[in-house]
C-alpha cells in the first residue's frame, strides 16, 4: 500500500497484488459512505497486478478514514453472508 | 398526482431493474449512491443490509449447488464469483520427475496432462510451498508415483484384433497413480486416501514394450496461477428475470406469447371463455427475446431483471464440496479486507 496526494483529502491508494475482485467491491462500498465525493479505482495496466485507488472526501475528513470504514464494511458484510448460508445450509440439511 | 406517480415508479424501475430494450440493455449501473436521489436513504447501514440480505438454497446435488442471495449488489457477487473461479486454493500436479517414458506422448505433454487432473486432496490441510524451494517439505507436497508397463498377452486368440485382448495394460488410467507418503506423512494423515477424484481419466496408450515411469508432486496454488488449481468447473450467477405485461393480452396474441418464452414461463388461464395470458414462472426464462421480433407483441411486455437478486450456480470438480467451495471463497474476501486493515494500522501514513 502506497498513499500520495495534494492534502488530506484526496489521496491515491496503491494496492499491490489486487484486481477488480477486491477493487470494484470496495469501490461499491466506499461509495455507499455519505462523506465521500469522489471514490474510483483502475487498474494501471494489465500485466502488473496493482490498483490505484482514489477517495476524494468533503470537508476535512481525511481520506484514510472512508477507505477504513469501507474495508470494516465489506468484512461486516462478508460475516453476514458467511452466517447465512451457512445457517441456511443447515437448516436445509437438517430439514431433509 | 398521476404524473408523480410515474416519475415515482420511473425512479424505482432505474434503482431496481435492470431493463432488457430492442437494441440494448437499459439502467445497468448501480445508482443507489448517497446523493444521488432526493428522498431516499442510501447511505450504508449494516442493520438495513442484515434485514434485506437473505440466502435460498435451492438445489444442492453432490457436485453442484444453486443458490439465491437477494439484497447484495453486483460488485459483491461478482467478487464472489472471481474468487470461487481464481482464488480457492487447490493441490494439483506441479512437478512431474520423468524416470521412464518410452510412450509416444511426450514428456511435457504428459506432465500437462496429468497437472489438470483433480486431485482428491483437502486442501486446507497443507501449506504453500516456500518460493525457491526445489524440494518440498511434507507439510505442502504430496507424492504421487505412476509406474506402469505394457505387454503382450501370450492367451489372446490369433486373428483377434481386439486391443483390449492382445495387451496388458495399454490404456494408463487415472487410477494407476498410487500415494507415496512423504515423511511423516502416514502419521499426519492416517487414514486419509489421496488420489485423483475420478479413477477412468485416461492418460496415455501404450503398446507391448512402452512404459511410463514417473513421480509427480502436489502442491497447493490457486486459480490465478494456473488454471489447474482452480476448485470448480465452472461458477456463475444470472440474475433473476422479471416479465411484465402492460397490457392484457388474449387469444391468439396469448398462444404466440407463450411461445415466445421458455416452456413453463407464461401460462394460459381460461377466463370468461377467452384466453389469457399471466406470467407464471418468470425464473425459467433464459431470455431470447423472442418477443421483440413480433410487431404485434414487443410494446405489451417490459423485458427486466432484478437488480440485486443473483441465482449463483456453483459445480465442483469433486475435490470440494461446492458449499465448502463458497464458505471458503467468502473467507478469502474477508482474509484481503484483513490484510489491508492490518497494513493500514501498522504503517503510518503521512
Redesign the interface.
Known amino acids: 500500500v502506497q498513499a500520495d496526494g495534494t492534502d488530506g483529502n484526496c489521496v491515491t491508494f496503491v494496492l499491490h497484488d489486487e484486481d477488480h475482485t477486491l477493487g470494484n467491491s470496495l469501490r461499491y462500498m466506499v461509495m455507499k459512505n455519505p462523506d465521500v465525493e469522489f471514490c474510483g479505482y483502475c487498474i494501471t495496466h494489465p500485466s502488473e497486478s496493482k490498483i490505484n485507488f482514489r477517495i476524494q472526501t468533503r470537508g476535512a475528513l481525511p481520506a484514510v478514514e472512508p477507505f477504513r470504514k469501507g474495508l470494516n464494511d465489506l468484512m461486516g458484510v462478508c460475516q453476514h453472508v458467511l452466517n447465512t448460508f451457512e445457517v441456511r445450509l443447515f437448516l436445509k440439511s437438517a430439514g431433509t | 398526482a398521476a404524473a408523480a406517480m410515474a416519475a415515482q415508479r420511473g425512479t424505482e424501475e432505474m434503482r431496481d431493474r435492470v431493463v432488457l430494450g430492442e437494441f440494448g440493455v437499459r439502467n445497468v449501473h448501480?445508482t443507489d449512491?448517497?446523493?444521488n436521489y432526493p428522498g431516499y436513504e442510501?447511505?450504508?447501514d449494516?442493520r438495513r443490509?442484515?434485514e434485506a440480505?437473505?440466502?435460498?438454497?435451492i438445489r444442492?446435488e453432490e457436485g453442484s449447488l444453486e443458490?439465491d442471495?437477494v439484497g447484495?449488489?453486483a460488485?459483491?457477487a461478482?467478487?464472489f464469483r472471481?474468487?470461487l473461479l481464481?482464488?480457492v486454493p487447490t493441490m494439483a500436479v506441479e512437478k512431474v520427475f520423468v524416470y521412464n517414458n518410452t510412450s509416444i506422448v511426450q514428456d511435457e505433454i504428459l506432465a500437462h496432462r496429468l497437472g489438470l487432473i483433480p486431485i482428491r486432496a483437502d486442501p486446507r490441510l497443507f501449506e504453500y510451498r516456500n518460493q525457491g524451494d526445489e524440494e518440498g517439505t511434507e507439510i505442502d507436497t504430496l507424492q504421487f508415483q505412476l509406474k506402469i508397463k505394457c505387454s503382450r498377452n501370450p492367451q489372446a486368440a490369433k486373428e483377434s484384433s481386439d486391443p483390449n485382448e492382445l495387451y496388458f495394460n495399454h490404456k494408463v488410467y487415472s487410477k494407476h497413480m498410487t500415494w507415496v507418503p512423504l515423511g511423516n506423512q502416514t502419521d499426519l494423515f492416517p487414514d486419509a486416501d489421496f488420489r485423483p477424484v475420478h479413477d477412468d481419466i485416461l492418460i496415455a496408450l501404450l503398446r507391448p514394450g512402452q512404459e511410463i515411469d514417473v513421480l509427480m508432486h502436489c502442491v497447493k496454488g490457486i486459480g490465478k496461477d494456473h488454471a489447474k488449481f482452480s476448485p470448480v468447473a465452472t461458477a456463475s450467477y444470472r440474475l433473476l428475470p422479471d416479465i411484465t405485461l402492460l397490457q392484457p393480452i388474449e387469444d391468439e396474441a396469448a398462444e404466440m406469447l407463450q411461445k415466445c418464452f421458455s416452456p413453463g414461463v407464461i401460462e394460459i388461464q381460461n377466463i370468461k371463455g377467452k384466453k389469457v395470458a399471466r406470467v407464471a414462472n418468470a425464473r425459467l426464462d433464459t431470455f431470447s427475446r423472442e418477443v421483440f421480433r413480433h410487431e404485434g407483441l414487443k410494446n405489451l411486455v417490459r423485458l427486466a431483471r432484478v437488480r440485486n437478486h443473483y441465482i449463483f450456480s456453483v459445480e465442483s470438480t469433486g475435490i470440494l464440496p461446492p458449499?465448502v467451495l463458497?464458505?471458503e471463497a467468502?473467507?478469502i474476501?474477508?482474509g484481503?479486507?484483513?490484510r489491508?486493515?492490518n497494513?493500514?494500522d501498522s504503517?503510518p501514513?503521512?
Do not use: Y
Not at chain 2, 440480505?53 to 438454497?57: G, L, Y
Open positions: 448501480t449512491f448517497p446523493g442510501d447511505a450504508w449494516q443490509f442484515e440480505f437473505r440466502v435460498d438454497v444442492e443458490f442471495m447484495i449488489d460488485a459483491i461478482n467478487a472471481r474468487i481464481a482464488e458449499d463458497v464458505s467468502i473467507k474476501l474477508m484481503k479486507c484483513q489491508f486493515l497494513e493500514l504503517v501514513m503521512e
